[in-house]
C-alpha cells in the first residue's frame, strides 16, 4: 500500500506526455496541509498499481483537464477583474476629466456671456441715452413751439394793457381838466395844486390796475406753459411704457431654431450647457446619459437625449 493510498484529495498528469503524475494527500485526515507525491506512469510501479486502484487513467485525465481549465479560467478571471478595476479607475478619472472640462467650459461661457452683457448694455445705454436726447430735443421744440403761441396771446394783452393804459390817461386828464374848469369858475385859486394832486392820485390808482393786469398775462403765460409741459411729458411717458409684447415660441420657431442651428458649434456648446444646469440632468447620478448629452453633435441629438432623460431616467 502506497503513502497516499486512502488518503488522496488531488490527482494529475504534471507533464504532456501525461507520463507523470502529482499526487496531493493528507498525511492525517485532521491535517491543514497536503502532501506532494511524484508517480511515474509504469505498471510494473507499485504506487501507481495502487494509485489506479483509487483512481483510473482516464479520472486522472479528467482531474488534468479540469486542473487546467480551472486554471485558465482564475487567469481569464484575474485579467477580466483587473481590466474592469482599469476601467473603472479610467472612468472615474475621464469623468474628472469632464468634469474639469466642463468647468472650464463653463467658465468661458460665462466670460463670453458677461461681455456679451456688458456689450448689451453700453448698446442699451446708448440707446437710451439717444432717445432721452431725442425726447428732451422733442419736449424744448413743442415747449418751444406752444411757448410762441403764449407768447403771441401775451404780447397781445400787453398791447391791449399799453391801449387801455393810454385810454384811460386821456380819460383821467379829461376828468381833471373838467374839475380843474369847474373850481375856477368856482372861485378857487390852488388849481395847480389841486391838478397835481388829482392826477397823482388817479395816477397811481391806474398804475395799480395797469400791474394787476399785467400780472395776470404772466400768471397765464406760467399757467400754459405748465399745461404745454404737462400735456408733453404725458404724451412722452405714455410711448415709453407701452407694454412689451411677450415672445411667442410657435412651432414654425422652434423647427425654424432647430434647422438654422442643426450642427452649429457654439449653438450646441450652449445648448448643452443649458440642458446639464436643468435640475433633472444636474442632479442625475446616471453617468452614461451625462455622456450622451456631452457626446451629442447637433441640437436635436441633444433635445432627443433630453427627452429621455425626462421620460426613462428621471
Not at 433635445?303 to 432623460?309: E, K
Amino acid at each position: 500500500m502506497a503513502l497516499f493510498s486512502n488518503k488522496i484529495e488531488s490527482v494529475k498528469f504534471v507533464d504532456r506526455n501525461e507520463k507523470t503524475i502529482e499526487v496531493l494527500y493528507k498525511q492525517k485526515t485532521d491535517s491543514k496541509t497536503l502532501s506532494h507525491y511524484i508517480v511515474e506512469l509504469n505498471y510494473d510501479n507499485q504506487d501507481f498499481l495502487d494509485l489506479i486502484e483509487e483512481y483510473s487513467i482516464e479520472d486522472i485525465q479528467d482531474n488534468t483537464q479540469k486542473y487546467y481549465e480551472n486554471l485558465i479560467q482564475a487567469k481569464n478571471d484575474n485579467i477580466l477583474n483587473h481590466a474592469k478595476k482599469m476601467f473603472d479607475e479610467w472612468v472615474i478619472n475621464a469623468q474628472k476629466d469632464l468634469d474639469k472640462q466642463d468647468e472650464e467650459r463653463y467658465k468661458i461661457f460665462e466670460k463670453y456671456k458677461e461681455k456679451q452683457l456688458e456689450t448689451f448694455q453700453s448698446e442699451a445705454d446708448a440707446q437710451v441715452e439717444r432717445r432721452v436726447q431725442e425726447a428732451d430735443a422733442q419736449v424744448e421744440r413743442r415747449v418751444q413751439e406752444g411757448y410762441k403761441g403764449v407768447q403771441a396771446a401775451i404780447d397781445e394783452q400787453y398791447k391791449e394793457v399799453e391801449v387801455y393804459k393810454e385810454e384811460q390817461l386821456k380819460i383821467l386828464q379829461a376828468e381833471v381838466d373838467e374839475q380843474v374848469e369847474r373850481r375856477i369858475a368856482e372861485g378857487f385859486a390852488d388849481v395847480d395844486t389841486y391838478r397835481e394832486k388829482q392826477l397823482s392820485i388817479l395816477q397811481d390808482e391806474l398804475d395799480e390796475q395797469v400791474k394787476q393786469r399785467y400780472e395776470e398775462a404772466d400768471a397765464y403765460k406760467e399757467s400754459q406753459i405748465g399745461i404745454i409741459q404737462q400735456e408733453v411729458k404725458t404724451d412722452l411717458l405714455s410711448k415709453f411704457n407701452k407694454p412689451s409684447v411677450p415672445i411667442r415660441y410657435t412651432p414654425e420657431k422652434v423647427a425654424e431654431y432647430i434647422i438654422d442651428n442643426f450642427k452649429d458649434e457654439d449653438m450646441v456648446f450652449k445648448t448643452k450647457l443649458a440642458i446639464f444646469n436643468l435640475p433633472e440632468v444636474k442632479n442625475n447620478q446616471d453617468r452614461e446619459i451625462k455622456m450622451k448629452v456631452r457626446k451629442a453633435r447637433s441640437i436635436p441629438e441633444l433635445f432627443a437625449v433630453y427627452n429621455d432623460i425626462q421620460h426613462n431616467h428621471s
